[in-house]
């Protein structure tokens, strides 16, 4: 089954572009979907297949999805994206849904 | 707008059973699988349970396999999850979430805490 695997945390500062990977086994092979969870909140998606954002997301969040990586790019970072981000992605061949372990990323 | 609202939750016994449900509101509920997402305290998050828009498949995750049984009444627009034999490490908050197709979780309810403890 899918495992994945994510830095326990990133900083930036702010202004700067924050990169937050997942690592699979051939991830590139399927759909990526990243979440946004704020402390005492509950999850927001902020890209799904892969790069698409949902209404209401800036454009600073975008996506990306090749071999054994997909990556979460936010530009410009603020104060305000500081934040846990999980991956997800279904696993086809154990039927599960698998996430990532998560991210904590600091805004310095 | 789409909302999903639950209720249930609270402080129970180990070995007790305990049901959350949760109504949807916003969206054509019958159109859209169901997961069941849960989070201990401090820790990420797990996927629990997918229903879908029927309710003729289910899926469990390997921790709650044999405790859990999802179900949904779309005539209610809301899903429900039964847990059996609950442990302390069943100690989370748990959301359900909307499937907007293809797995991605486009909406989540405001979560229900589950404290296992005697």
């Known amino acids: 089954s899918n495992v994945l695997t994510q830095p326990p945390a990133v900083s930036v500062a702010p202004g700067e572009t924050a990169r937050i990977t997942c690592g699979g086994d051939?991830?590139?092979?399927?759909?990526v979907n990243w979440y946004q969870q704020k402390s005492g909140q509950a999850p927001i998606l902020v890209i799904f297949y892969d790069r698409v954002r949902p209404s209401g997301i800036p454009e600073r969040f975008s996506g990306s999805n090749s071999g054994n990586t997909a990556t979460l790019i936010i530009s410009r970072v603020e104060a305000g994206d500081a934040a846990d981000y999980y991956c997800q992605v279904w696993d086809g061949g154990s039927d599960h849904v698998v996430f990532g372990g998560g991210t904590t990323l600091t805004v310095l | 707008q789409v909302q999903l609202v639950q209720s249930g939750g609270g402080v129970v016994q180990p070995g007790t059973s305990l049901r959350l449900s949760c109504e949807a509101s916003g969206f054509i509920f019958s159109k859209y699988a169901i997961h069941w997402v849960r989070q201990a305290p401090g820790k990420g998050l797990e996927w629990v349970a997918l229903?879908?828009?029927?309710?003729?498949?289910?899926y469990y995750g390997d921790s709650v396999k044999g405790r859990l049984t999802i179900s949904r009444d779309n005539s209610k627009k809301s899903v429900y999850v039964e847990m059996s034999n609950l442990r302390p490490e069943d100690t989370a908050i748990y959301y359900c979430?909307?499937?907007?197709?293809?797995?991605?979780?486009?909406?989540w309810g405001q979560g229900s805490l589950v404290t296992v403890s005697s």
């Open positions: 051939n991830i590139g092979t399927i759909s």
């Open positions: 229903i879908s828009l029927d309710g003729s498949t289910k």
């Open positions: 979430a909307k499937d907007m197709g293809g797995f991605p979780f486009d909406a």
